[in-house]
């Protein structure tokens, strides 16, 4: 075992997914709230580390407590496993601005569970939704 050392990084990224996971939804974040896109709200975020576990905290968007039904308040993505993707108009063009002519990614066509082709900007894990007080909310980036 020459050049090898005995010791193993047991906190790379590699071996701690949750420490990946975490960095990239805030990298972003960051990168969404630079851009200073109108009409589109990120929620207040912070990463808490604790007893070697990580924990992304975010604010509650207007108006998700008081209802059971998340796919009602959806208007972006998918919340139910790519079974129904949201493509709503203002969202859509929302994303077009921000993902097509900020930060270069194309806008795809993707099939939902219902075979239902859906024209989307950005990926389908990211969802779009509308809170109470009327704000356009984007989560899991």
Not at 113 to 130: P, Q, Y
């Amino acid at each position: 075992m020459e050049g090898e050392s005995p010791f193993r990084d047991l906190t790379s990224t590699e071996n701690n997914p949750s420490f990946t996971q975490a960095n990239h939804d805030l990298l972003g974040l960051r990168a969404l709230q630079i851009l200073d896109c109108e009409g589109l709200h990120v929620l207040a975020t912070a990463i808490v580390g604790y007893k070697g576990h990580r924990v992304i905290a975010q604010s509650i968007i207007p108006g998700i407590l008081n209802n059971n039904d998340l796919a009602s308040l959806a208007e972006y993505g998918s919340v139910d496993e790519h079974k129904t993707i949201y493509a709503g108009e203002h969202f859509h063009n929302l994303m077009k601005k921000v993902c097509g002519e900020q930060l270069g990614l194309k806008v795809s066509k993707v099939v939902d569970g219902t075979g239902k082709e859906v024209e989307i900007a950005g990926s389908v894990e990211v969802k779009g939704i509308r809170g109470t007080d009327k704000r356009c909310y984007l989560v899991d980036l």
